[in-house]
């Protein structure tokens, strides 16, 4: 019969370590890809989030991600 893994392992958390080999030295976000870790050092590790919405007091620290709450939070992107 085989060992079930104790409470506090993560079934995949050897994987993890060899999918993620870029980490980030300020806050330990991992990444499978260096370009990855560019944009997180650059656009989002310590960081004030510059994008506002223009319709709540949502802000985020990429564009993207604030086009992506404008179409699941208000249904589209404002004109």
């Not at 104790?6 to 958390?13: C, I």
């Not at 993620?20 to 989030?49: D, I, M, N």
Request: aromatic content about 8%; charged content about 20%.
């Amino acid at each position: 019969m085989p060992e079930e893994p104790l409470e506090h392992e993560h079934p995949g958390a050897a994987h993890a370590a060899t999918s993620a080999p870029f980490t980030c030295a300020t806050c330990g976000k991992a990444y499978r890809h260096q370009p990855s870790l560019w944009k997180h050092r650059k656009y989002e590790c310590g960081q004030v989030p510059r994008f506002a919405c223009p319709l709540c007091p949502h802000r985020a620290k990429r564009k993207h991600h604030l086009v992506y709450h404008l179409q699941a939070r208000h249904g589209g992107k404002p004109a």
